[in-house]
């Protein structure tokens, strides 16, 4: 069973910054692609950023120059450094994982975690 906790989300000021971290663990094998995506009431969940397994990244235009993400395949670990923060940010962030297990390659997703940015 495989299991993605994600952790750093709260509140903070226009032109502040949080990390967000999110771990898998369990029957690993290996992890492709990882990233974040969020989402507001009433909105479809929208892409933030990927990262593949060589590292090779992907941004939403909204976020190219303010957001980083990064991994590090030892901890099978995802992370996203938001600077810069807007009040437009504010959403549940979702980290994404593409896993192999001994058993199938899967799409899992975290419980999701609140970025909020006040004005």
């Known amino acids: 069973q495989v299991q993605l906790v994600e952790s750093g989300g709260g509140l903070v000021q226009a032109g502040g910054s949080l990390r967000l971290s999110c771990a898998a663990s369990?029957?690993?094998?290996?992890?492709?692609?990882m990233g974040w995506y969020r989402q507001t009431p009433g909105k479809q969940r929208e892409l933030v950023a990927t990262?593949?397994?060589?590292?090779?990244?992907n941004y939403a235009d909204s976020v190219k120059g303010r957001f980083t993400i990064s991994r590090d395949n030892a901890k099978n670990t995802v992370y996203l450094q938001m600077n810069s923060l807007k009040p437009e940010d504010t959403a549940v962030y979702y980290c994404?994982?593409?896993?192999?297990?001994?058993?199938?390659?899967?799409?899992?997703w975290g419980q999701g975690t609140q970025v909020t940015v006040s004005s």
């Open positions: 994404y994982a593409n896993i192999q297990t001994f058993i199938r390659r899967s799409d899992y």
């Open positions: 369990g029957s690993i094998f290996s992890i492709s692609a």
């Open positions: 990262i593949s397994s060589s590292s090779s990244t």
